[in-house]
């Protein structure tokens, strides 16, 4: 059985219920849909009530839902993650934002020694299931802390899950899955991409799983492994290699924690070639699992050494030169003709 | 002007060092059976407490900290409880886990170095002991915002050493407290020694109740030896909470009589004398004074409970010692409600290298 889903699940919604929404309008959708349907679902964070949040993921939503359920906190990251768990362990389902992950740290003591422990120390007897959302990545020229993506610092933990998004749909399906979840979910979303395309979003759209990967597109020469805002160049340059006539897989891991090497190495079987495309640093970096994970189980599979196309293992520029960081649809061209070419 | 000038902090006391009333006690302590109760609950813990360092002394038991000389704040604190409030302890509360029903055996099994010792349904929604400092602040209050939000009348009551309330989550969660008003007790254990380092050292705010102050909490010192004052003023927070009129912190004084854990040796960084002199303030000697004095206590109830002490922790070291160990499973089983499939295969490969080993084969 193929455990991916296609990309045909974007079009499977209902078309006279659905809204043509930004991802980040779907998050707000899910955030709406899933305080309708469970009490116990609470928002918190800084500036997430009658401002909205800074990118509008909350818009309305205290409004709807009052005080009680969507709580302007005090300017502190690590009390945003500290009385979630506490919360989360009481039966609640709090969904705390972080402004932007470049403040997440202050929050990592909680993630690491309690919410990602707490079934585990207790046995199941207090559990944590709580979502921590935060906006990541660059190329919104934001100030200086506003760009980083720290994902694989969030995917060493055991005990978390690391969901990032790729699309309106996508953002919808797996929001509403990690609020559902009995674990603590932290929910990036790449805000490059917040507004960037209009899917067919509504209360029908599917619930997706948290521990699958998606293949955008399905193709024999070579698989493309993306996640987050660089699947945008991941598919644009996919279209590219089309046209040059490579058969092209396009994998969007969304879950990097657990990660789904199922359909992974499904596909690579297949293609015998892969690119793994993200924004991150290189150096132990997700790519380094996905391509280490590669080597363990397909290397006799493998017709060529895996590449990545990353950012580099440096601060990420400020953002006059944040482009110069950012990979890009050529680089994903150049690396996929190479492992082609690769004999 | 000086912080002491314009920070007024009030300090509970009723008993002097010796047990003698320094003032008129409150009308509760008539009920003779309260403060026999908080004896006999002292004595205990102690003789657990001790137990518990002789069962690290002997190899049987990891690192433990020792709760000597402060059983007094853990026992009230959690005597007045409602067994539907939520505790959520530092690692220094023995006598308190014990008073809120939690067998002796799961608090020796948990620093015998099994999670299984924080899972029994003896725990209630109570929190594990927290280790990490001060994180706990934080937990005490999203659970009183958890009930806040539910309408719901229970309080979170949570305690922690001097050196806590140096941290940013301790300051984080008094602020919040304060804002939204949550009914929290924050219970500072003020031992005058965070490991080495003492209390003089820790902060230069003449108390560390008068951090609350600046939340907007009621806050409070005191005698932290002294059961009466902690029970005048731990009965007040916890009716201030109850009642959604805001948290309340308690810096109760007390003095650590042991080392920080038995991993630590005090001698290397605390004078001799000032230990000796603590040992004149403790509490448990203090409380049997005063019992003596009204009556209430004689040699043969002294020796009945020591007796029952002793049974009780026979039993229940009994218990912790003769507890199996888990399956391999178990250290997998608990990190996902649904069990990721590449944490599965590393599952079956600990059954199989323990199986392995259990045979004298492979050996890694």
Known sequence: MNSSVSETVDQSIPKEVSEKLTMVEAVNLALDHAMADDQDVVLLGEDIGVNGGVFRATQGLRDKYGLKRVMDTPLAETLIAGISVGMATQGLKPVAEIQFMGFIFPAMEQLICHAARMRNRTRGRLTCPMVLRAPFGGGIHAPEHHSESTEALLAHIPGLRVVMPSSPVRAYGLLRAAINDPDPVIFLEPKRIYRAVKQDVSYDTAILPLDKCFTLKQGNDVTLISWGAAVKETMEAANTLQEYGASVEVIDVATIKPLDMETILTSVRKTGRCVIIHEACKSFGVGAEISAALAEEALTDLKAPVERVTGYDITMPYYRMEDHYLPKPDDIIKAALKTLSFH | ?364
């Not at chain 2, 002491?4 to 009333?21: F, N, Q, T, V, W």
């Not at chain 2, 009230?76 to 008073?99: A, Q």
């Not at chain 2, 009129?245 to 004084?253: M, N, R």
């Not at chain 2, 199996?324 to 590449?342: R, T, V």
């Open chain 2, 1 to 364: 002007m000086k912080a002491k000038e314009y920070c007024h902090i009030p300090y509970i006391r009723y008993l002097s060092d010796e047990g003698e009333a320094l003032h008129r006690l409150p009308a509760w302590t008539e009920n003779s059976d309260v403060l026999v109760d908080y004896y006999r609950s002292m004595v205990i813990a102690r003789a657990g407490d001790a137990k518990a360092v002789a069962l690290q002394r002997t190899g049987q038991m990891g690192t433990y900290p020792s709760a000597l000389g402060q059983e007094a704040i853990s026992t009230v604190c959690c005597s007045l409880l409602e067994k539907e409030d939520v505790l959520i302890p530092y690692y220094r509360d023995l006598p308190g886990l014990m008073k809120r029903g939690i067998p002796l055996s799961d608090v020796l099994l948990y620093w015998g170095g099994d999670e299984r010792g924080s899972a029994s349904e003896a725990w209630g929604k109570d929190f594990p002991n927290c280790v990490p400092i001060a994180t706990q602040a934080g937990h005490a209050a999203g659970v009183a915002t958890a009930l806040k939000v539910r309408h719901q009348h229970q309080v979170a009551m949570v305690s922690m050493g001097d050196g806590a309330t140096s941290k940013g989550d301790f300051t984080e969660a008094l602020n919040l407290a304060g804002v939204w008003q949550l009914p929290i007790v924050f219970i500072i254990n003020n031992n005058q020694w965070a490991i080495s380092v003492p209390r003089k050292i820790q902060s230069g705010a003449p108390t560390l109740a008068q951090k609350g102050v600046s939340a907007g909490l009621t806050s409070i010192q005191v005698d932290g030896n002294d059961v009466i004052a902690l029970h005048e003023a731990v009965n007040a927070a916890i009716k201030q909470a109850r009642s959604g009129k805001g948290a309340t912190v308690i810096e109760a004084i007390t003095y650590r009589l042991g080392d920080h854990t038995t991993a630590d040796d005090a001698s290397r960084y605390r004078e001799s004398e000032e230990l000796q002199e603590a040992w004149g303030r403790e509490p448990i000697k203090r409380l049997r004074n005063f019992l003596y004095q009204r009556g209430l206590w004689n040699e043969e109830k002294e020796q009945a409970l020591q007796k029952e002490a002793a049974a009780l922790i026979d039993k229940e070291v009994k218990r912790y010692l003769n507890t199996p160990l888990p399956e391999i499973s178990d250290l997998f089983d608990h990190h996902y409600a649904q069990m990721p499939a590449q944490l599965e295969k590393q599952k079956q490969h600990a059954i199989a290298k323990a199986e392995a080993m259990n045979m004298g084969g492979v050996h890694s």
